[in-house]
C-alpha cells in the first residue's frame, strides 16, 4: 500500500485545496453543500482566509494532495463533546487507495486526544458508496434529515452518521 499521510492545512495549501474543492464540486456534487460556481468564485486571499482557520484536514502521497476533510470540533460548552466531519473527498484516481481510510483515521485520533465524545457527519442517502466507506470506519446510521437540500431545485434527503470515540 502506498505511503499516506494526514496532517491539517495551512494557507499554504491553497491551491491543491482549490484545484480537489473544483474538481469535487463539479464530479460529485451529492458530496458537497457548495456549488461548482461558489466554489470557483473563492479567490486565493478567500482560500488562505479559510485554511488559516485550521477546519481542514488533508491526505498527501508523496507531497501531493489527495483528499480533503472539514473537520470542526464544537465550541460552546454544551456540545463540546461533538466534532462535525465535512466535507469528506478524495481525488478520483485515489478512490478505492486507501487514501480515505488514512484521512478518516487520522480525523478519529485527533478527535480522540481533543477528549471528543462524538464525530457526525451528513450523507445524501443515495452515496452508497460513501456509506459503504463509512460503516467500515464505524460509523452508524441514526436519522434521516428529509429534503436538507436542494440540488438545481430538486429536494435531497440526508442521513445522520455517528461514530462513538
Ligand atoms: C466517499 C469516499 C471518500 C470513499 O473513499 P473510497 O476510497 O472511494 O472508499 P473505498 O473504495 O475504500 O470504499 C468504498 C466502499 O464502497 C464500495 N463501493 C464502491 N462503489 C460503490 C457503489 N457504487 N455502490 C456501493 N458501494 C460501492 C467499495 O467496494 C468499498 O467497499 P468494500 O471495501 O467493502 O469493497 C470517496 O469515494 C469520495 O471521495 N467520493 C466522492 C465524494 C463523496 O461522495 N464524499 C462523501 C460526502 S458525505
Not at 494532495?65 to 464544537?74: A, E, I
Not at 466531519?85 to 478524495?90: C, D, E
Not at 481533543?114 to 436519522?143: H, I, K, P, S
Amino acid at each position: 500500500m502506498q505511503n499516506f499521510v494526514c496532517r491539517v492545512l495551512a494557507p499554504e495549501d491553497s491551491e491543491a485545496w482549490q484545484k480537489l474543492r473544483l474538481e469535487g464540486a463539479r464530479d460529485f456534487p451529492s458530496g458537497f453543500l457548495v456549488t461548482y460556481e461558489e466554489t470557483a468564485a473563492a479567490r486565493r486571499d478567500h482560500c488562505r482566509k479559510i485554511l488559516a482557520g485550521g477546519s481542514f484536514r488533508g491526505v498527501f502521497t508523496e507531497e501531493n494532495l489527495v483528499g480533503l476533510c472539514g473537520y470542526r470540533p464544537q465550541q460552546l460548552k454544551r456540545t463540546q463533546h461533538r466534532g462535525v466531519i465535512g466535507p469528506f473527498f478524495v481525488t478520483r484516481s485515489y478512490q478505492g487507495s486507501g487514501a480515505a481510510k488514512v484521512l478518516m483515521a487520522g480525523v478519529i485520533e485527533e478527535a480522540k486526544s481533543n477528549g471528543l465524545a462524538q464525530l457526525e457527519l451528513f450523507v445524501d442517502t443515495e452515496n452508497l458508496r460513501a456509506m459503504a466507506f463509512y460503516e467500515r470506519q464505524g460509523f452508524e446510521r441514526v436519522a434521516t434529515h428529509y429534503d436538507s437540500v436542494r440540488v438545481d431545485g430538486e429536494s435531497r434527503n440526508d442521513h445522520l452518521f455517528t461514530l462513538r470515540l
